[in-house]
């Protein structure tokens, strides 16, 4: 029952995203807007976690419905952390590919969902190793300390686009127009059809949510083996991701240092999940410490100028 109200919850509020979407057409999304979104996304998830821990008191011992419910906010709050990582992605490519605002929103709810598909095929999978392969849970916590060492390495490195493997298959085998058609992906049929600028940010974007899922991925079965609570907590945050993109994208430059905040988040899950069978890390002491390093990050990129760029990305065009 609990599978079928989760799935009815995120399928109608779906619904009324892509709703309101098409009503509104498409059009550049505001401070305000984005704001207010955001909260609605925020809320839903916060309700659920309720609902979750009121159908389970009853249901469960003493003090299993409070450990799950700190076990979804936890996770939540992680997951909700590491896509920011995402939009700052996401900026860099609309940047590049100079995308127009009005155009960004289709990308993004397509990203979204596809991101939902994604991380639900790979959650399921993980809980079928783990369940069945203890030991790799060590290989999740050194992948994901890898990765936040990693993390601080490139901080505040600008990707070089026009070496991306990927980027240069598309512009060489995919037959492209320079110009967009508003939110077209594609014009023409058959064998005449070409592909538009969006075409392209859009299949980056999908190679970025396989990416980063496999950096969160871990990162959640560090806080929970639960598949329900993994999945749910994962949902919900990405459910947000279109918000909190044009949220953030204007204060991206604002916060130059949360990539170093991010990275003591995967450092300390890679290691609580190295140290599972020797120390157990109580759930409250790893959602303090992940609010911390977060707002540590935060308060510091507010306090410590950014190093001076040599120039903005530049809004570049694929080759036809």
Do not use: C
Not at 77 to 96: H, P, R
């Amino acid at each position: 029952m609990m599978w079928a109200v989760f799935a009815a919850f995120v399928l109608a509020a779906l619904a009324v995203d892509l709703l309101v979407l098409r009503q509104n057409g498409p059009h550049k999304v505001s401070t305000r807007e984005a704001l207010t979104w955001s909260a609605a996304w925020i809320a839903l998830a916060l309700v659920f976690n309720a609902g979750l821990w009121w159908y389970l008191q009853g249901r469960l011992p003493d003090g299993e419905a409070d450990r799950i419910a700190m076990e979804f906010l936890t996770g939540y709050v992680v997951e909700k952390a590491l896509a920011v990582d995402n939009i700052f992605v996401f900026l860099m490519l609309f940047t590049y590919f100079g995308v127009p605002a009005q155009s960004q929103q289709r990308v993004l709810i397509l990203g979204v969902l596809g991101a939902i598909v994604l991380r639900a095929v790979m959650i399921f999978i993980g809980a079928a190793l783990i369940a069945r392969f203890h030991w790799i849970l060590y290989v999740f916590g050194a992948f994901l300390l890898f990765t936040g060492i990693k993390m601080v390495v490139v901080a505040g490195k600008e990707p070089d686009m026009d070496s991306n493997p990927l980027l240069r298959w598309l512009t060489a085998h995919v037959p492209l127009i320079r110009r967009y058609r508003g939110e077209a992906l594609w014009i023409g049929q058959g064998s005449r059809r070409k592909f538009t600028p969006l075409f392209v940010v859009l299949v980056m974007i999908a190679i970025t949510d396989v990416i980063f899922a496999v950096d969160s991925i871990p990162a959640i079965f560090a806080i929970t083996l639960d598949p329900f609570v993994v999945l749910t907590s994962n949902v919900f945050a990405v459910l947000g991701l279109r918000a909190l993109y044009f949220l953030l994208a204007d204060l991206a430059d604002r916060f130059h240092l949360l990539a170093y905040g991010l990275a003591a988040v995967l450092v300390f899950i890679g290691a609580k999940m190295l140290l599972i069978d020797v120390v157990k890390i109580p759930i409250g002491i790893s959602l303090g410490f992940v609010a911390l390093a977060l707002l540590s990050a935060m308060l510091a990129s507010l306090w410590i100028r950014p190093r001076p760029q040599s120039g903005p990305v530049a809004g570049i065009e694929p080759p036809r």
